[in-house]
């Protein structure tokens, strides 16, 4: 059997488990089968990011600057585009399936005997989301890594990340999402994200609104941490478009950098910058000294964000963003206004159900000319009707595909008539993954 069958093994059977939406605050099932692995997690370092939106951008941001600096690095984000590997990075490329497969074999004795111990207890046994994250710390201790850049799942106090000790506490912008398992209000979410705060540790936090920043205050206080703030201790001083991506002027805790290139766009990304390089100089950062401006420049110049305002089609321009929320749609619109020049803008836009679709189509409504509603490729998804009626009712035209292959030729066809349109895939991740893949197919980039 080759190695990407081994893994592509692996996969097929952590989705025979309950799904990472499947949700319980039980971060002891996952910390059971760490401590039977020996606790590989207290074997490097650990940055742990949190927060509503930008958690993902953040953290490839963080292990960019951390692997520029000479650190062998793991990444660990979630969920993936295209393939399941994406998720787990070890110094700056996607796990090996050798690795994948090496790793779960450690791991499976393991998985019986607290399943067993579960099904015991009438509790229900490890789930996708638990064992995927047992599998990244244990590939990272075999690497092996120096540091870890950990993204949470779920909120923070009681996802399985949480297992692992976080020297430094990111906290992206907090907002509402996933109230039904996180809190009915900004305050309730905030203290639960907050939950990844450990005693002693150093906490780098993006400017929230008054509740959420009172909740982290509070968390980061009870925990002896040392609390660094965007606006406060740190932040974007500077931000000028630039080709393929923007300048930054950036006030961290060790000083100025300034004009820092970021090969992506949006204002949210320079924000996201700030707080990835407070968190650097947090972690490695000599009293307070800055760190070396030609490190730094090496490291935001060889950050990634697949799926995040990602070119992926020319001749019509296409763009994939995996906004799946209010928060993140506000942030794009932004972005679309800001760094491109164009009149009119298709979106090609695909919900799952437990999502705010009624909210994302309100922040979207400022820069859509038409809507292409489509559904994702998953059981979850909302009906592309249901997504239609939303766009109708916000007095945006629109037209109605079976999948985004349909949606997207529409979408593309109605760009190609003039050179001042583009389209804008968006709305779920899971909608990203598909673009990507669809884009690569037909060769958008060079049609």
Not at 416 to 440: C, K, N
């Amino acid at each position: 059997m080759s190695d990407r069958s081994r893994a592509d093994a692996v996969y097929a059977s952590l989705l025979t488990r309950q799904g990472e939406q499947w949700v319980q605050p039980r971060v002891e099932r996952t910390r059971r089968v760490l401590e039977l692995l020996d606790d590989p997690q207290r074997t490097y370092r650990v940055v742990h990011v949190t927060g509503t939106n930008g958690k993902t951008s953040t953290s490839r941001m963080i292990e960019s600057l951390l692997r520029a600096h000479g650190l062998r690095t793991g990444l660990f984000t979630s969920p993936h585009l295209e393939r399941f590997t994406e998720r787990i990075v070890i110094d700056g490329e996607p796990i090996q399936d050798a690795a994948v497969a090496e790793a779960w074999d450690e791991i499976e004795p393991f998985v019986h005997l607290v399943d067993a111990e579960l099904t015991a207890a009438g509790d229900a046994p490890l789930t996708f989301f638990e064992l995927l994250t047992v599998l990244a710390f244990v590939a990272f201790a075999d690497a092996p890594i120096d540091v870890a850049v950990v993204e949470v799942g779920m909120g923070g106090a009681w996802d399985s990340t949480n297992t692992a000790d976080g020297d430094v506490a990111v906290i992206a912008p907090v907002g509402m999402d996933h109230a039904d398992r996180l809190g009915d209000t900004i305050a309730e979410i905030a203290t639960v994200k907050a939950g990844i705060i450990k005693s002693g540790a150093a906490v780098v936090s993006a400017a929230q609104e008054p509740s959420a920043a009172e909740a982290i205050a509070r968390a980061a206080d009870a925990a002896g941490a040392t609390l660094a703030v965007e606006g406060r201790e740190f932040g974007l001083d500077g931000q000028r478009l630039a080709v393929g991506g923007q300048l930054l002027d950036i006030r961290g805790l060790g000083g100025r950098y300034e004009e820092q290139y970021l090969p992506i766009y949006g204002a949210h990304q320079g924000r996201n910058a700030a707080l990835a390089l407070a968190a650097v100089e947090s972690l490695i950062g000599h009293e307070g000294e800055r760190l070396s401006p030609d490190l730094v420049t090496e490291g935001f110049g060889q950050v990634t964000s697949p799926g995040r305002l990602q070119l992926i089609g020319t001749n019509p321009t296409v763009l994939v963003d995996a906004a799946h929320n209010p928060h993140g749609a506000h942030a794009l619109t932004a972005a679309l206004t800001e760094a491109f020049d164009f009149d009119e803008w298709g979106v090609v836009l695909g919900v799952l159900s437990d999502k705010d679709a009624a909210g994302i189509v309100a922040e979207l409504a400022p820069v859509a000319t038409t809507v292409f509603a489509t559904a994702p490729d998953s059981e979850r998804a909302r009906d592309a009707d249901a997504v239609a009626d939303l766009a109708e009712r916000a007095e945006i035209p629109v037209t109605v595909h079976r999948d985004l292959a349909d949606a997207a030729e529409a979408a593309r066809e109605w760009a190609s008539a003039s050179d001042r349109r583009a389209v804008v895939i968006v709305g779920s991740v899971v909608l990203a993954g598909e673009a990507l893949t669809l884009a690569a197919a037909e060769d958008w980039r060079s049609a």
